[in-house]
């Protein structure tokens, strides 16, 4: 029997009149006659015309939408637009039938929220097809980046015994039988008898550990898992995503926020170049959306028109001072119409901040530094207390239209005396941090690093608006189906 | 100031008499004026030549192993053997101090029992430096074998609801108050107050989630951390390791076993040609331990050279009944020399047993498929009951010499009847894995794939023994530090 071929590989062959072999999955049949089939290799269909009159009215019957098939036929040049080769079936066999009584994907638009619950299925739609597979390109542009600029890609644990990471609540990771929990005399848990020893978490971040491995190779970055056990039910946050977190020895800010600028552009750059069919249709889907908003809601560009700005723009770089001015200044805050009005230097920004900033005011990517000390982590090196006696950490938070914070980052506090002070006045245990201080003590160095959330950024570049349509199965308060 | 060079480009320079600017950490600091200098960007040290006369006494003092400094001076050609450039420094700055008192690494050779204790800091050793550059080029070309086939990468979840996945004991996760869980009317906890409403674990397998997002794109693999809550004290396990596994539609055992016999090669052949210098070192100090074992147990070639036989051998492929006739006739089973004698077909496999094929018999890596359906998962797919009445699946282990099973594999099971009869038969609910079942009611088609463990995969390929070695930061019972 001749080899079976992907479409993808049929499209470029011009071998018209040759036996081909191909498998894939139903999406239409049309008039008897017109089989669209797609095996997963592009987007596009391959057109597959079955002789109804030769072929067996029970068959005909099985090729229904979802079903997956083998053809064997001969390739021929198209006459329909927009495919170059289709195939005349001479056989074609039933490899798993699917009951169009009860396949849940009907060739019609579904939504997203139902598609939501039939995660297990959904990558078989046009939509998220195009989504996993700009996902995809993304992971790997990620690794190419740093590859290319020698970093070693760690793996720092997923499963960790300090609690200190302070990004947020954690998971709790145990074996111990929580209907009968071993005790201490104290009438506390003996974790003693835990897996570990020693009572375990999911990390929030591999940041610290990241820095160890900096102190060695110089420049590192992760990607993996990272969780947060926050009751938040938005379309911005997953209690389990993938994060990227370069560390960088001899760095200052300046260096990380330049790393941080070239990372995102190599990648949205890569999508471009590599996913021009996936992001044509997302930038279409996305149109279709947007015909259903009111006109003063719609995006001023479209999905690859905002990519390419992107591209073509230095980010925007101010400290989070200038930008409390041009914030207290600004027209909704004056009108009142923030719903955090900005009155005092020090407060939090909320995303409607962020989002008038690089929406409104400056139209580009923003990149903020030099926060408040209070409202960031301990690891930030602090810079020298101004004449105002504003105390500020060398921090900076990568803002995106749409998405808000998307990078965050800093250089990070080298000196040992100031780092257990700030520990100590944040209450976080250094005999925890031991290894982590270690690197303060045996040949400290200036160096930097930030966080990339993965999941945001691939809304970002597929346009997509809620973060559990970007990972394939979403993990969030109440829900961990499939 | 001029700009920071890396070391690794500093050694490709030849502008000599230019200004140029190194950071990194002192190595070694010998007769008052030569600094070996490592920045992480390459095995090899720069040499710095120190001017000692017109140097600070207290400066001279700080010049210590383990101490991080920037240096600036003239690039000169070397006259050292083994390296072409050094700098000749008019400016030495201490970055960070490191008191030879109390800096765990000295310049001398430590035991890998005690640089485990030190994690943080191993990766400083030229041994850990060499085996986690070598880890960093097995992951990038696993990511580009995958992404030139045209396979999709698929974050599978980390946290899952299912028990089922049938690989091994589970950790579970949970944000209930381990003090004071609450419970049901029937005294039985109440995991609808927990963080997803029911209990959940950590990921033994992405497996059967990789085979729903098969069905759509046709190729996809997954590479992320997955977990065994086994109180194995070995040095082949972990408690958190990370593992790669593809999963294709269309594909039989055949197809299967050439995608991991290929991909093997790939990844094997890549690190030989980007990790030259590294596995230079690696062989080097192989070589160097097994000098102290007799003469019998060391190994016949040497690293590179198991590396180059590798690729130079196609992977011996035979059934698990050939291989029981093989090691039934065997002179150790003979002799009783094995400890667990082969007497019976259905007996499963042990490490000794399979060292013994790939090892003395075969001297080849082996594949071995048909193992009978007992001692196997209930989604392998089932042959045909044999004339002497034995039942096998269609699995297949790779073995590789010194490492035993390095990846499993399978066709899968995609006939819905035979599917669910198994499950029954195992007790596996029905219920919990609609989602899996649903692929064998819609559009079912035959499909393989495999699992390959990654730190096995960089155990084999530095030739370290103790698979605690291979990740940064280890995970295995009553230890979880860093």
């Not at 638009?109 to 195009?130: D, P, Q, Y």
Request: glycine share 6%; with cysteine.
């Amino acid at each position: 029997m001749i080899k079976r071929q992907q479409i993808k590989e049929l499209f470029k062959e011009t071998a018209f009149g040759n036996e081909v072999r191909v498998m894939g999955w139903v999406k239409t049949f049309r008039n008897n006659q017109f089989i669209a089939l797609n095996d997963g290799s592009c987007m596009s269909n391959l057109q597959v015309v079955v002789d109804f009159t030769n072929t067996d009215e029970a068959l005909l019957k099985r090729i229904t939408t979802g079903a997956a098939i083998a053809v064997t036929g001969r390739l021929v040049e198209s006459l329909g637009k927009g495919q170059s080769v289709e195939v005349k079936a001479s056989d074609i066999e039933i490899l798993g039938d699917s009951d169009p009584e009860k396949y849940p994907l009907q060739p019609k638009k579904h939504s997203l929220e139902f598609l939501r619950e039939i995660a297990h299925l959904r990558f078989r739609t046009n939509t998220f097809n195009a989504v996993f597979k700009v996902r995809h390109a993304l992971a790997f542009a990620v690794h190419q980046f740093f590859n290319n600029r020698g970093f070693v890609y760690m793996h720092t644990p997923v499963i960790t015994a300090s609690d200190a990471e302070g990004a947020g609540e954690m998971f709790k990771v145990t074996t111990l039988d929580l209907d009968d929990t071993p005790k201490k005399d104290d009438g506390s848990i003996d974790f003693s008898q835990d897996f570990f020893g020693r009572a375990t978490n999911l990390t929030v971040s591999g940041q610290l550990e990241g820095e160890l491995a900096a102190m060695a190779f110089g420049q590192i970055y992760t990607f993996g898992p990272t969780f947060r056990a926050e009751n938040s039910n938005t379309t911005r946050h997953l209690a389990e995503f993938w994060m990227i977190e370069p560390e960088v020895a001899f760095f200052d800010l300046e260096d990380n926020m330049q790393l941080a600028e070239d990372m995102l552009k190599y990648v949205i750059s890569y999508a471009l170049n590599n996913c021009a069919e996936e992001l044509e249709f997302l930038n279409g889907r996305l149109l279709e959306e947007e015909k259903n908003k009111p006109q003063q809601e719609r995006s001023e560009l479209s999905l690859v028109e905002k990519l390419n700005f992107c591209l073509g723009n230095d980010f925007v770089r101010l400290t989070y001072t200038e930008a409390i001015q041009i914030l207290r200044s600004s027209k909704p805050n004056q009108k009142k119409q923030f719903k955090y009005l900005i009155d005092d230097w020090g407060a939090d920004l909320q995303s409607e901040h962020e989002r008038y900033l690089v929406e409104k005011h400056f139209k580009k990517p923003v990149i903020l530094t030099d926060y408040p000390a209070d409202i960031k982590a301990f690891y930030m090196r602090q810079n020298e207390t101004d004449s105002e006696g504003r105390r500020t950490v060398r921090a900076m938070d990568i803002l995106f239209p749409g998405i808000g914070e998307i990078v965050g980052g800093s250089q990070r506090e080298e000196r040992l005396d100031k780092l257990t002070e700030r520990m100590r006045a944040m209450n976080i245990p250094e005999e925890e941090l031991w290894w982590y201080l270690d690197t303060r003590r045996f040949g400290s160095a200036p160096h930097a690093g930030f966080g990339l959330g993965f999941e945001r950024l691939v809304l970002f570049v597929t346009g997509m608006t809620n973060i559990r349509d970007v990972i394939a199965f979403p993990r969030f308060p109440k829900s961990a189906e499939f």
